[in-house]
């Protein structure tokens, strides 16, 4: 079956089949992952470093999140696939170490996909860590003085005013645009959130998988290594009985000696008798 594009793959990884040239396509994609989250992190860095977020940046932030959240999806169905296609392999291979050959293989995809959720977890945790202390500076600076606790509030409770006017009050003209540029960090954290949850569900599965496959490569080394055993049980069974059949011959060999040499007495004893008898007559 031909090998679909990266493309294609992109557009509906759920009909993607894996070929020769799976795993190179994987780890270009995995690749691109790693370079979408590396730009992800310069661009926060870009934002935190601008007086007040511009709504343009935000949104070009948030497509870039969505297109880590995709591209984690598409690999994630890929990871899947070749799971199953492994699975119908380690069924039908009587190589335990081809079994383990093609195990290596997915296993170094998965701990690259692995690494790169991590680093996609650390990205979110220290951006929303500078967000916190952002925002604690920028109401600071408005003469708004609020804990640690009360900024991470603000953070995670941005998108309702209310609240945010009950913990800030009342609000200056500074405090009111450092409350919109709030909103637009607390948006871009609930987008990062997101992809949070979907790698981290992507995380268990390859857990999860991981663990399966370890289990099924053991038992098809045991059963390999019984398979060797009952084989070579055979190979001296049969080594036996080659003995024992060599040893049945030589006695049919002794006993038809033996018998043939009993007539050949007798034959020669009835002649003797006869000419003995010839004589006294």
């Known amino acids: 079956m031909k090998l679909k594009t990266k493309d294609e793959v992109t557009e509906s990884s759920k009909s993607y089949v894996p070929g020769r040239d799976y795993f190179s396509l994987v780890r270009k994609l995995l690749d691109e992952l790693q370079s979408e989250i590396e730009s992800l992190r310069r661009k926060q860095q870009h934002i935190l470093a601008l007086a007040v977020a511009d709504p343009a940046e935000k949104d070009v932030l948030e497509d870039q999140i969505a297109k880590i959240r995709r591209k984690t999806s598409d690999l994630r169905k890929m990871v899947n696939e070749v799971d199953n296609e492994f ?108 992809s949070i949850q979907t790698m981290q569900e992507i995380f268990v599965d390859l857990q999860n998988l991981t663990e399966i496959q370890n289990e099924m490569v053991d038992n098809i080394a045991h059963n390999v290594e019984s398979t060797k055993d009952h084989v070579e049980q055979g190979a001296r069974n049969v080594k036996v009985g080659l003995e024992y059949k060599k040893s049945a011959t030589r006695k049919k060999v002794m006993v038809a000696l033996c018998v043939v040499i009993l007539i050949l007495l007798l034959i020669v004893a009835a002649i003797i008798l006869a000419v003995v008898l010839s004589n006294h007559k």
């Open 87 to 194: 699975n119908e392999f380690a069924r039908v291979c009587e190589s335990s170490g081809e079994v383990r050959i093609r195990k290596n293989q997915i296993d170094s995809i998965r701990r690259k996909l692995r690494d790169l959720i991590i680093s996609f977890n650390d990205t979110h945790a220290d951006y929303r860590s500078r967000v916190s202390v952002r925002v604690r500076r920028q109401l600071r600076a408005v003469g708004e003085n609020v804990t640690e606790e009360e900024a991470e509030k603000i953070i995670d409770s941005a998108g309702r005013d209310e609240l945010f006017f009950r913990e800030v009050n009342p609000l200056s003209v500074s405090a009111k645009a450092a409350l919109a540029d709030v909103k637009r960090r607390h948006n871009e954290i609930v987008e990062l959130e997101k």
